[in-house]
């Protein structure tokens, strides 16, 4: 008999599977960092700087201020403990997952899209691109285009050989090893990754089985379209992983009322491991990235909340704000914050806050201990609300009481 999970602890299952049914360590540090990334499995990478690059928040979100010092040294260089590539989107992944791949980055050669059309027509550029980075080592593609127009004229110009080592980096012909004011800088692999990661991945069945495993065990509890979502493959690549992990007992069928498909409940997994706490209490801030929130039909799904990050929405048709973080208290998304680091003015911008329907009456207050720990790891010496928002008094008011407070 198929087991039945009520949807409020299916929301408590994916929260725990995510790390946030543990208190958060005093003073997180490596070890703390290193449970956050073998957990998630990635960290999407993402350029938007207004209040904090996404890849440093999943693990502030879990831990509290942390060192980001930290996660530099684990993502960058040929000891780091991550390296780059297409998982997700851009995202840091540990790098024994580097080799599961594989099948990916032989679907990269294969396309036939513009991309790939691309780098067939332009051989000799990326034939010339790898003679460059074998001489010189790893470069980002600003210098190497600077390096090209000093010793041999114009060539393609910089957008082609930015392009052409871009689709260089998701075919794995080129690797990233680190990134200088965000630009990334390309190396041979051989120049980046130990000699074991460049051996010949597994078959790309046997690689789909470990990463939906991975996947599951992130989620803790899943739909097939949740599962394929997580390293961004297709239901064809997913659903014989599914069935096999099935038939091994690593996933458990499961029903949740209301997720359905059409009239008929929608097929769903639990991790055997998953955790299923009887409560999950907590306040954290998510980036729009947050493996909790970035597929939007399962962040409808668990927590009934509708989100659209507007980065790239015009101004004037933005309704919650340039970069709104999910507000996740508890066990429920309950709000979203638009927040902006203002460096040169050293405080915390909230540039509006919202409540969302049936949020606790009391979720202001336990968010401003939220925003003065983000202003503290920020750097930042307060916290200013704009105004914007219908929690935004209640956080103006609960940030006055708490500043009376700490005067007297």
């Given at each position: 008999m198929v087991d039945q999970v009520s949807p409020a602890l299916a929301r408590?299952?994916?929260?725990?599977?995510?790390?946030?049914?543990?208190?958060?360590?005093?003073?997180?540090?490596?070890?703390?960092?290193?449970?956050?990334?073998?957990?998630l499995g990635l960290l999407q990478i993402d350029s938007v700087n207004v209040f904090e690059r996404s890849h440093y928040l999943p693990a502030f979100s879990r831990l509290g201020a942390y060192d980001r010092a930290l996660l530099d040294r684990m993502a960058w260089g040929r000891r780091g403990r991550l390296v780059e590539y297409w998982a997700h989107q851009a995202a840091f992944i540990p790098r024994e997952l580097w080799p599961l791949f594989e099948f990916r980055r032989a679907e990269y050669r294969a396309q036939g899209s513009e991309w790939g059309g691309w780098l067939r027509e332009n051989r000799t550029l990326a034939d010339w691109l790898r003679g460059e980075l074998a001489a010189n080592g790893p470069m980002p593609a600003s210098a190497i285009e600077h390096d090209a127009n000093e010793r041999r004229g114009p060539w393609w110009g910089w957008s082609s050989v930015k392009r052409t080592l871009e689709w260089m980096f998701r075919t794995g012909e080129v690797v990233c090893v680190e990134r200088r004011r965000f630009e990334r800088v390309y190396a041979l692999p051989e120049q980046g990754l130990e000699p074991h990661l460049l051996e010949h991945g597994p078959a790309e069945a046997d690689a789909a089985r470990v990463l939906i495993e991975r996947a599951a065990a992130a989620l803790g509890i899943a739909t097939a379209a949740d599962l394929a979502d997580y390293w961004r493959m297709t239901q064809a690549q997913v659903r014989p992983a599914i069935a096999d992990l099935v038939d091994a007992g690593v996933l458990l069928p499961v029903t949740v009322p209301g997720w359905t498909t059409g009239s008929r409940p929608t097929p769903t997994w639990v991790h055997r491991e998953a955790r299923r706490p009887r409560r999950v209490e907590g306040v954290a801030l998510l980036s729009p990235f947050d493996p909790v929130v970035w597929f939007r039909p399962r962040a409808e799904r668990l927590f009934d909340f509708h989100y659209r990050i507007e980065i790239y929405t015009p101004e004037a048709e933005r309704r919650y704000g340039y970069y709104s973080l999910p507000l996740l208290v508890d066990d429920r998304v309950v709000g979203r914050v638009d927040l902006k680091s203002d460096r040169a003015g050293r405080v915390l911008r909230v540039q509006s806050a919202w409540a969302e329907p049936g949020a606790p009456g009391d979720v202001a207050e336990r968010l401003v201990p939220v925003l003065r720990r983000a202003a503290a790891w920020q750097g930042l010496d307060d916290v200013v609300v704009a105004g914007r928002g219908d929690l935004s008094p209640a956080v103006a008011d609960a940030l006055r009481h708490v500043d009376v407070a700490a005067a007297g």
């Open positions: 408590r299952i994916a929260l725990a599977a995510q790390g946030f049914a543990r208190p958060a360590p005093d003073a997180p540090g490596t070890r703390a960092l290193s449970g956050v990334v073998d957990r």
